[in-house]
């Protein structure tokens, strides 16, 4: 396992904010943030940083939504060392592998559905599924200008992190670690859930 912050972008406003929190608790933890996308091109219509026309379709535009990023990025937190690839496999395979690879994945978070109180974004369950290690999902804020790269980040208190464990298998050391550590750090509240079918 190196020694990262890793986050997964597609373009959306959740994965921009997912961006900004990964950088800074990169920053936090003295370590580099990687940028990755996987798949074809990003699923949602990107607005660059400086507000330029997205190429035609034949440019790569996840390899420029990723290059932006990390320029944003590099701007804003100098001296942060970034780094950035595309992964060829499919989302879910490949963001599962990136987060074996990692301190901590950092991914994009649209919250829950109202009809079933499921968690929304195929992607982000299904990789939060498979994970052994930490996964942590940011929303967007729900403030103007949030969940675009160059906003200022939020101030105030951190929201409480969250951990859910399946008991009925014996916690990863490390993701309880994980847990107390980041609430530590973050001076918030530590909130255990399990959830069951009855």
Do not use: C, N
């Not at 900004?20 to 920053?27: F, G, I, P, Q």
């Not at 804020?141 to 859910?164: I, M």
Request: charged residues 25%; hydrophobic residues 45%; proline residues 8%.
């Amino acid at each position: 396992m190196s020694r990262t912050v890793t986050v997964g972008l597609d373009g959306s406003p959740e994965s921009l904010a997912a961006a900004e929190w990964a950088a800074d608790e990169a920053r936090s933890r003295a370590v580099p943030v990687r940028l990755v996308h996987a798949g074809d091109q990003p699923p949602y219509d990107y607005v660059p940083f400086a507000g330029e026309a997205v190429g035609p379709p034949d440019v790569d535009r996840g390899a420029h939504m990723l290059r932006e990023v990390a320029a944003v990025l590099a701007h804003r937190r100098p001296g942060l060392r970034i780094t950035w690839a595309r992964l060829t496999d499919r989302p879910v395979a490949a963001l599962s592998d990136a987060a074996r690879e990692a301190d901590v994945l950092v991914l994009g978070s649209r919250g829950l559905g109202r009809a079933a109180g499921h968690l929304l974004g195929s992607v982000a369950s299904a990789v939060v599924a498979r994970a052994g290690q930490p996964v942590v999902l940011v929303r967007a804020g729900a403030g103007p200008g949030q969940g675009r790269l160059g906003t200022a980040p939020q101030s105030g208190p951190h929201r409480d992190v969250v951990l859910g464990l399946d008991l009925r298998e014996r916690p990863a050391e490390a993701l309880l670690e994980f847990a107390f550590d980041t609430a530590a750090r973050h001076r918030a509240g530590l909130r255990v859930l399990h959830g069951w079918k009855p």
